[in-house]
């Protein structure tokens, strides 16, 4: 998995996205989100590392709770990942629903 899978997956819901924030000085109409690894685990055995766990946090902002959004975006990310994790969060700085789902991918290393 990488960005771009992460990027295709959104898209797929109708979503703008970007890699942990938009352009300084553009200005993104809600709903929209955003995403970022949250942690990498390598993992190691005979002095080689033959896989590298990745934990994604994607976060959808929204001004209040969009149904119909949230339901695209979890098919989205349930086709493309499989299980996630999904919590809520009122942003009160922004005024808005933040969503966060998070997922993991393991990638097997040539060894």
Do not use: I
């Amino acid at each position: 998995m990488s960005k771009e899978d992460v990027v295709s997956a959104v898209r797929s819901a109708g979503l703008p996205v970007a890699h942990m924030a938009f352009p300084v000085g553009s200005k993104q109409g809600l709903p929209y989100c955003v995403f970022y690894a949250d942690e990498v685990d390598a993992l190691f055995a005979d002095d080689a590392n033959y896989a590298e766990v990745t934990t994604w946090n994607l976060e959808l902002y929204q001004s209040q709770e969009d149904a119909e959004s949230e339901k695209r975006l979890d098919a989205a990310v349930a086709r493309a990942f499989g299980p996630y994790r999904k919590w809520d969060a009122w942003v009160e700085s922004e005024g808005c629903v933040q969503t966060t789902y998070a997922f993991s991918q393991v990638e097997r290393k040539q060894g």
